[in-house]
């Protein structure tokens, strides 16, 4: 490894990855895409706010409720844990995508680079982006912990610290898992395919072991806990099992004397250090392996007589603007992983307590105590989120890209384009309907009726979701990404249907609950809930109409 | 007929001046080559010609209809392809073919009739079920091409058409345009291969700078310029 060239990659890729020159060039033409993206900056503050203060609540209050027992450190254990978590899980996709699908890539491998200064440089981009995904998530606890007991000099310093190294370990067991997965499916024909189904495994596997190790053991549940409550570093332990390097980071932080904290911070940095140091060995064998070559190269093969005539489809403009946004999202391992994600993994995730126990906890007891009605409104909820969760409509046209040149030159009308668009979000939801059958024999006795009901009430809840998300991203679509991952994860684009959604979906919830309570008739809180989703879904498709021949029109690539 | 009238375009709040006061018409059976040095103001043209780019002044009329005020009229009437060979790589060339055609409304008959001819003269034949990911620079130029083509334009804008090609499909290519020239339609094509302008083309028009500064055909260029030569020789003296 040359550092020399490692740290001018390194620099590139965040001027790249943040569009840090585009920034600059904007401020100095005073351009107004600099105020507008600061603005939208804003907005996105703003909107998480509610759910930041919420969570700042949680975390005093948990302090405030172990004080004197000495286990206010879990605070921290967890908060880390949380955060690795999501670099591990999000970082995923987001290594593949950089590492492997970047659009310099072709370009960077002509260049006399080594295989680990290419990958080290994405590394650090990837890092610095995952220090805003933990930032949330780890600082709060840090800070009201180190508040709350008063936390001297080497505290605040060794946050710090550990704030910098947080992500590097669950990111280097990320690449190297994607890096090993690209090289075995470097395999030509079927390697989307197959880097698909190696994503969902690693996520599956990552998620059991976690589900695993944090069970209680089956019939001696409160002896467990009684046990761990009893060690004040009991809990920490316990708490620590996922993620066994969130123990040192919290004994760095809340340890008893300042000598252990001091070691638990070196044993952290030192595993970090050492983590990135074999990714970049790792990096030098098996990086290329998996960039270059494998690829698919027209086969031209003698194609039978009147194969022509037999694979032609003729279809409705609509139709056809509808299959082509869903092929392509399935097509693109990204997009699918991000989009359809939520859909594979719900049903998995359903299956986890069945595979290794409950805990002793009877779900079908807990079950039995809600009322069938709210289940009802729950499963439509539900249904209404994984509308929310696949964000196949809010970066739809984001997606598009510099391709969106061809949907501005064919004479097909943008409200007509729209309408296709709507209808593959409409198609794809159709794959929650098996997870409203999965839950119903698994955990809800939800009679034939009922599913029928939540499928009908679900799909028109998705509506104004979809129409929302679609809406977001014809309003300001993001074309400039450099890789498919960054289409989706750092167009805002998402975040605001999501946030809105979920707004949206919360206020409907609270609606249908209340009424329940005064004792309203549910078919009519049903009929209510349906037609009032189909109102805001007409109005948005009227909005939606109004603004896309001009979008359309504008958008200059 | 291609009509464009003091068509203008600035970029920066009209610093850099783009495309300034052209004005150029194509009459139907006509072979139009767009000629200029990089950065002249070919491709803008071209953008506001299909509608990619609104002018800050002018207009551009196809087949009577003007591109900004019935977009969709203009579209049905125009075949576009584009410099750059970017198409929807993870569909199959004939996934792309059929969506092209669905878009233009080409009925099942008469898409199955044009795509076995344009396949074949492409040498597409094979390759059109095979992703386009898996496609050469030059094979993905020739399935835009064939896309284009399918709904049978009255007006084929094509942007540097010849980069990419080998000479087989350069030839067939150029046998079409020919081709459908006789049949009235209008080519209008941006090239740096003067050979192929000075050899195919009707009548040309050179832009340097954003301004059209020739037009004409080869003959009344030869005369404009201060000695007759070759087309190549023209292009130097002008846009020096």
């Given amino acids: ?557 | 007929m291609i009509s464009i009238k003091e068509l203008s375009k600035s970029y920066n709040r009209g610093e850099i001046k783009a495309v300034q006061n052209l004005s150029i018409e194509v009459k139907p059976g006509e072979i139009f080559g767009f000629l200029g040095p990089n950065g002249a103001g070919k491709t803008t043209t071209i953008k506001m010609m299909i509608g990619l780019l609104k002018p800050d002044q002018g207009s551009v009329s196809i087949g009577g209809f003007d591109i900004q005020n019935d977009p969709l009229e203009v579209k049905k009437r125009i075949g576009f392809v584009p410099d750059q060979p970017e198409v929807y790589e993870k569909l199959t060339g004939l996934e792309y073919l059929d969506f092209m055609a669905d878009t233009y409304g080409v009925s099942r008959e008469k898409r199955l009739e044009r795509m076995e001819e344009l396949l074949e003269k492409f040498q597409m034949e094979n390759a059109v079920f095979d992703l386009i990911q898996s496609y050469s620079h030059g094979m993905r130029q020739k399935i835009i091409l064939i896309g284009s083509l399918l709904h049978d334009p009255e007006v084929i804008i094509m942007d540097e058409p010849m980069t990419g090609l080998d000479p087989k499909s350069s030839h067939a290519l150029k046998e079409m345009m020919k081709r459908k020239c006789q049949e009235g339609k209008i080519m209008f094509f941006s090239t740096h291969v003067l050979e192929v302008a000075e050899k195919f083309c009707h009548r040309v028009g050179i832009i340097n700078k954003g301004k059209l500064i020739a037009l004409g055909t080869l003959e009344e260029l030869q005369n404009q310029a201060q000695k007759k030569s070759s087309l190549e020789n023209i292009f130097l003296e002008l846009t020096e």
């Avoid at chain 1, 859909?343 to 009322?371: K, R």
């Avoid at chain 1, 929650?432 to 809800?444: D, G």
């Fill in chain 1, 1 to 557: 490894m040359r550092w020399k060239f490692f740290w001018y990659l390194v620099k590139i890729n965040l001027k790249i990855t943040f569009g840090l020159s585009a920034w600059i060039y904007f401020f100095r033409k005073k351009d107004r895409r600099f105020w507008s993206g600061l603005g939208i900056l804003s907005i996105v503050l703003i909107s998480i706010a509610p759910i930041f203060y919420l969570y700042l609540r949680l975390v005093q209050e948990t302090i405030q409720s172990l004080a004197g027992t000495g286990l206010e450190g879990v605070v921290i254990t967890s908060g880390a844990i949380l955060a690795s978590i999501l670099v591990l899980v999000l970082g995923i996709a987001y290594v593949i995508s950089a590492f492997y699908f970047a659009n310099d890539l072709d370009f960077l491998v002509t260049l006399p680079f080594k295989p680990a200064e290419i990958m080290g440089g994405k590394y650090v981009g990837v890092l610095v982006s995952e220090y805003l995904t933990i930032a949330p998530f780890f600082i709060p606890p840090v800070v009201i912990y180190g508040l709350n007991v008063s936390g001297g000099l080497f505290y605040w310093v060794f946050s710090l610290l550990i704030f910098l190294f947080l992500p590097v370990i669950p990111l280097v067991f990320a690449s190297l898992g994607v890096m090993v997965l690209m090289s075995l499916t470097n395999l030509g024909r079927r390697k989307d395919l197959l880097r698909f189904l190696g994503m969902i495994l690693i996520l599956v596997i990552v998620l059991g072991a976690n589900f695993y190790l944090t069970r209680l053991p089956e019939g001696q549940e409160m002896e467990f806990i009684m046990g761990i409550m009893e060690d004040p570093d009991g809990l920490i332990a316990f708490t620590g099992r996922v993620y066994p390097p969130s123990i040192w980071i919290t004994r760095a932080l809340a340890g008893q004397t300042l000598g252990m904290r001091f070691v638990n911070l070196l044993l952290f940095s030192g595993v970090s250090i050492l983590g990135f140091a074999v990714l970049m060995i790792g990096a030098d064998r098996l990086f290329f392996r998996g960039l270059i070559g494998g690829q698919e190269v027209s086969a031209g093969k003698k194609a039978r007589p009147g194969l022509l005539d037999k694979k032609m489809r003729a279809r409705h403009p609509i139709v056809s603007i509808a299959i082509r946004e869903i092929k392509i999202l399935i097509r693109v391992p990204i997009y699918l992983f991000n989009s359809i994600f939520i859909l594979v993994i719900a049903p998995i995730a359903l299956f986890f307590p069945l595979l290794m126990g409950t805990g002793g906890v009877n779900i079908d007891e807990y079950i039995g105590l809600v009322e069938p009605e709210l289940l009802v409104l729950g499963g439509i909820g539900f249904f209404g989120l994984m509308a929310l969760f696949g964000p196949a409509l809010s970066s739809s046209i984001s997606r598009e890209g510099k391709l969106f040149r061809i949907s501005q030159v064919i004479p097909v009308h943008p409200n007509k384009q729209i309408l296709g668009k709507m209808l593959s979000g409409f198609l794809i939801s159709i794959l929650v309907i098996p997870l409203i059958f999965l839950a119903a024999i698994l955990y809800i006795p939800w009679s034939l009726g009922e599913i029928i009901l939540i499928s009908f009430l679900g799909f028109l809840l998705s509506f104004p979701l979809m129409g929302f998300s679609l809406l977001v991203d014809l309003i300001r679509p993001y074309f400039t990404w450099q890789n498919p991952q960054q289409a989706i994860k750092q167009n805002m684009n998402v975040l605001f249907s999501m946030v809105g959604g979920f707004l949206f979906l919360a206020a409907l919830g609270w609606g249908g609950f209340k009424m329940l309570e005064i004792g309203f008739n549910p078919g009519w809180i049903y009929f209510l809930l349906g037609l009032f989703s189909l109102i805001i879904g007409i109005f948005i498709m009227i909005v939606l109409f109004r603004v896309a021949p001009d979008r359309y029109q504008k958008i200059s690539l």
